[in-house]
């Protein structure tokens, strides 16, 4: 890097030469408005939802006492949680709507695998 002349004259002022600034630190202001979500979606949030309809179905399929009341109360139990999550999505928190979303498909899941188990093993369709 060249070093500017140390003595440029009698009436010379240094001036700094002027860049365009690359756009990586900007200068000044945003030209637009910048918008923040109010609620944006935390690690934290998606962990606490999942373990909170992890438990939430877990209460509920510890009801059942055979495979067909099991099935139905983890169906009950998803649909209270969707219904929950999407409470939660418009008004609260979407990182644990998401969690719980997640969490309550896996616990469809399976339910489902367990229903088709018992109907692939015992060549009958346990949930009627």
């Known amino acids: 890097m060249a070093r500017p002349d140390p003595d440029p004259g009698p009436g010379f002022a240094a001036r700094p030469v002027s860049r365009t600034p690359s756009g990586l630190f900007p200068s ?3 030209t637009r408005p910048t918008y923040r979500e109010p609620h944006p979606v ?3 949030g998606v962990a606490a939802g999942g373990g909170a309809a992890a438990g939430w179905l877990l209460l509920f399929g510890l009801l059942g006492t055979d495979v067909a009341s099991y ?3 983890t169906v009950v139990a998803g649909l209270l949680a969707w219904l929950t999550a999407l409470v ?3 008004f609260g928190d979407r990182g644990v709507a998401t ?3 997640i969490v309550t498909a896996g616990g469809w899941s399976i339910a489902a695998a367990v229903v088709a188990v018992r109907w692939a093993t015992g060549g009958d ?3 009627w």
Do not use: I, K, M, N
């Open 88 to 90: 939660l999505v418009r």
């Open 71 to 73: 099935a139905w109360w």
């Open 28 to 30: 000044g202001p945003p």
């Open 125 to 127: 369709w346990p949930l």
């Open 99 to 101: 969690g719980v979303a």
């Open 42 to 44: 935390t690690g934290g």
